[in-house]
């Protein structure tokens, strides 16, 4: 008997638009022919706020010089989270599309209404609304007869892809000519009326607490406003910025610290991982319908360093206080959850509170942008209501903001006697890779864990696999074994504080999973390419692959010590799919000469945008894999300067080629964490090539490669 | 408050402060120059890089008094919306940058080095930039952007 057909599902709105449906929140018209587009999601050095008004303009029918982009705030901006996870382009993307397409059709039932003509004869060009007989109007001009103080509605269908004019171009990015004219943009370089200066003290010692601070000598440094002490948070506030250094070095020679709580051992960060108490949970079983006979079983094991995030400016923050309420510059990813946790932390209702974003530096996920606000907040409230400004120094920057997480992987691989994959099994041990303000009842700041009467250190937590996991992110593989068993294991214990650094677990899970496949195809004696294309079934998985080899004329032919190493991943297992090629050389110390990409984000809305990520990602990666490492001793965090944690220089970075597939007819996705993961893995596969050693251990340095070769012979 | 003489973008200028402060410092301070910006304070990223003389110099680590008398160019002297260096307009035109921050610096060097060397190769606009860091992985547009300067600036 044939079931009834199932009634279509309803459309629905997207997601951030539907958490915030009022469409005057998103964009409103001027009469002098502007338009002001408001999204959630904040400028991070992605190039995302042009991305958004491309979309907005193409769906709206203007030229792109109307649209004015409003930076996020408090006050009046749609509230979208946090613009992390590579999903700005998802959300806020969608969301403005649709709501750009829903007051295009709300202004022309006005416009048909007014010129007395059908709907559908009317046509939008740069804003003019004309129609038959000559009869034109405007967006501008019937601004003030369309309130959009109403709810947007599911159904309003955007453009089909063939008709969008700007999405899918290399559009020049609308902030770039400021950056390279010196103009003031970043929030480091604004200077408000008034503004005093300050300074945080922390100790050099990982949690040690002020015992006790002598205040004599700091009060004698000239241009001093303030002292200021709450438990182990103390600072100073000054009239200039010299003046603060000044006053923060006389404050730290009075002051006495705790011996502070121990650190790990650098060397051992496996052992450390796996003997520390956590939390277990099976992220993904899969039971074969007829198990096969394992006739062997390979077992690895592959860890990752603490990384710093090290962006070139320091975090810096400004806040001011009015009364019970305080205002607060912050280049934080986040602005409503910010003020979120400051709520918390000042014991405020949140009204009380405005966070205003301000463009920072590149940001690579949760730094210290959060932390530094509330020391401005903190140290504002001894400045009678003037404003203060608080950057980190470098080497703050360097020691007291979130790292991306240290991961231990074991992967073990059951083979028949056909050297056939028949069962799977990846453990993953790991702090959680994310404490993110504005999600608990407890405040994630700095400064609060610090107070005479303190919050408790948070302990990082893993988002849910539906929003692509924590540490357990791109653990399931996509290819189709038999059989597997994913576990994560969560610390429940936290020395080094970690937070979300780009990919959370996924450099490391693809890092793993690509390093063992590679192996088992190596001794197999397949080819790595053709190995990962017959075990993968999704086409766009296996287009770029396909891609990237064609690309990089896989395999070029052997040359002494040359490698080349293949990886590929499709980031969170839903977002970019990203396939990478890596060419290195050398012997004990290697040096990467060239990565070729290929990926697939679907709609590309910016395919230069795109190729900037995904070349970006590529370079960081490599700088990741061969140098990266925060290093410590059992008291403090030692890596506090360039020197103790040097990155890629020009003269080390590879040539990097990306080929974008475009796919205008499929949803959006982000682009910025794609590359992390494949590249890492294709480096190490390369150096296998080269040298026919495996080194598991991240960074591959001169030291870990001498530490292979010796194992092997 | 001794004073201490020196050029700044073309201009004669005299700056009344402690002249071992770092010329950074009285920049962005004193005189509201924001352009150089602060990275790590220790002369290793290059952020702030300014030219004295012809030079490439990092302004955190450069004590006031030894640009007594002397060149500075920051930045806002390289050129202005209306009259962009050649540099300037290659960045627009390769994209070469992420957020930006590291790029006031890497033109001054830059310039320096086009000064010295106007038609570099690759690998010398690498060495010429290889003090300036970049976090956000835009070496390879940036080395296009001044290639592609230098041969504009060659065509005149």
Redesign the interface.
């Known amino acids: 008997m044939n079931q009834p057909a199932p009634a279509p599902s309803p459309p629905v709105l997207p997601v951030s638009l539907a958490a915030n449906p009022k469409l005057s929140a998103w964009l409103k018209f001027s009469s002098t022919g502007q338009v002001a587009i408001s999204p959630g999601k904040v400028e991070i050095g992605q190039g995302i706020v042009t991305a958004l008004a491309q979309i907005a303009a193409d769906e709206l029918d203007i030229d792109l010089s109307r649209v004015q982009m409003i930076r996020a705030s408090t006050a009046a901006s749609p509230n979208e989270g946090v613009t992390s996870g590579s999903l700005s382009i998802q959300q806020s993307g969608r969301a403005l599309r649709h709501a750009c397409a829903e007051v295009r059709r709300i202004f022309l039932q006005q416009a048909a209404e007014r010129l007395g003509v059908d709907i559908d004869a009317l046509d939008v060009e740069d804003g003019t609304i004309s129609g038959p007989g000559n009869v034109r109007t405007s967006y501008w001009e019937l601004a003030e007869e369309v309130s959009l103080d109403r709810d947007a509605t599911p159904g309003t269908t955007p453009k089909i892809a063939s008709r969008r004019a700007l999405a899918g171009n290399s559009i020049q990015r609308l902030d770039i000519p400021d950056k390279v004219l010196g103009r003031p943009r970043f929030i480091h370089d604004q200077a408000l009326a008034g503004m005093l200066h300050g300074c945080v003290l922390r100790p050099e010692n990982a949690r040690a607490k002020l015992t006790e601070l002598k205040e004599d000598g700091v009060r004698a440094v000239a241009g001093l406003v303030a002292v200021v002490r709450d438990g182990s948070f103390a600072g100073v506030v000054s009239e200039t910025e010299h003046a603060a250094e000044a006053a923060l070095n006389a404050l730290r020679k009075g002051a006495s610290w705790s011996d502070g709580e121990p650190l790990p051992d650098e060397n051992d960060l496996a052992s450390f991982l796996k003997a520390q108490p956590s939390e277990s949970t099976t992220i993904d079983k899969k039971t074969a319908a007829s198990p096969g006979t394992a006739t062997r079983t390979i077992r690895r094991q592959y860890t990752r360093p603490y990384i710093a995030h090290a962006s070139i400016a320091p975090s810096c923050a400004m806040a001011q206080w009015d009364g019970d309420r305080v205002h607060v510059w912050t280049h934080s990813q986040g602005v409503y959850l910010l003020r979120a946790d400051l709520a918390l932390v000042l014991r405020l209702p949140v009204e009380n509170i405005t966070v205003e974003h301000m463009e920072g530096a590149g940001c690579y996920g949760h730094n210290a942008a959060d932390d530094v606000a509330l020391d401005a907040v903190l140290l504002a409230k001894a400045a009678n209501g003037r404003p203060v400004r608080v950057q980190w120094s470098r080497q703050g920057e360097m020691s007291d903001a979130p790292f991306g997480a240290a991961m231990a992987i074991e992967i073990e691989a059951d083979l028949d006697a056909q050297g056939e994959i028949i069962d799977w099994r990846h453990s993953i041990w790991s702090n959680g890779h994310a404490a993110r303000p504005g999600r608990a009842a407890q405040p994630a700041l700095l400064a609060g864990f610090e107070l005479a009467d303190p919050f408790p250190r948070m302990i990082s937590t893993n988002p849910p696999q539906a929003n692509g996991g924590g540490g357990d992110r791109n653990s399931v593989p996509l290819y189709d074994f038999p059989s597997w068993h994913i576990e994560s294991h969560r610390l429940t214990t936290m020395p080094i504080r970690t937070s979300a650094l780009r990919t959370l677990g996924g450099q490391g899970n693809v890092f793993a999973i690509e390093s063992i496949l590679d192996e088992i195809a190596a001794e197999r004696g397949e080819d790595p390419i053709a190995f990962r294309l017959r075990h993968l079934r999704d086409e766009r998985a296996k287009d770029v692959i396909r891609a990237v080899a064609a690309r990089a004329k896989w395999k070029p032919e052997k040359q002494p010590g040359i490698g080349h190493g293949v990886a590929f991943a499709r980031y969170k297992n839903t977002g970019a799919y990203c396939a990478a090629i890596a060419e290195i050389e050398g012997a004990e110390e290697i040096s990467v000469r060239k990565l070729t990409l290929a990926v697939d984000v679907g709609e590309a809305i910016n395919p230069d945008g795109v190729i900037n990520q995904i070349e970006g990602g590529a370079i960081q990666a490599t700088s990741w894999v061969l140098k990266e490492r925060v290093r410590f001793d059992r008291q403090r965090i030692t890596s506090t300067s360039w020197t103790e944690y040097p990155i890629l220089r020009f003269s080390e970075v590879p040539d990097v080629e990306v080929e974008v597939i475009q796919r205008s007819d499929m949803d959006p996705v982000g682009a910025g964490e794609a590359a992390h993961g494949p590249v890492t893995a294709a480096i190490a596969n390369a150096v296998f090539d080269a040298l026919g050693v495996r080194v598991r251990d991240l960074p591959i340095t001169r030291d870990r490669i001498i530490a292979a070769m010796e194992l092997t012979s | 408050m001794p004073s201490v003489r020196f050029r700044l973008n073309g201009a004669e200028i005299e700056v009344d402060a402690d002249p071992d ?1 770092s010329l950074l ?1 009285i920049l ?2 004193q005189l ?1 120059m ?2 150089p ?6 002369g ?2 290059g ?1 702030c890089n300014v030219i004295i003389s012809d030079r490439a110099v990092s302004a955190c680590d450069t004590p006031l008094w030894s640009v007594a008398g002397k060149d500075v160019t ?3 002297g ?4 209306e009259r ?1 260096h050649p540099l ?1 307009r290659a ?2 035109a390769e ?1 070469a ?8 610096g890497i ?1 001054m060097s830059a310039a320096a080095l086009l000064k010295k060397n106007p038609s570099p190769t690759s ?1 010398e ?3 010429a ?2 003090r ?12 296009r952007a001044v290639l592609r300067a230098a041969e504009e600036m060659a065509a005149g």
Do not use: W
Request: aromatic letters at 6%; glycine letters at 14%; a positive charge.
């Open positions: 402060r410092d962005r301070g509201g924001t352009g910006h602060f990275g790590c304070g220790a290793e990223c952020a920051t930045i806002e390289l050129g202005t919306s962009p300037q960045f627009i994209q940058l992420q957020c930006g921050y590291c790029v006031s033109l690998r606009v690498k060495e930039l290889d300036n860091l970049c976090r956000c992985g835009s070496h390879n547009r940036m080395v």
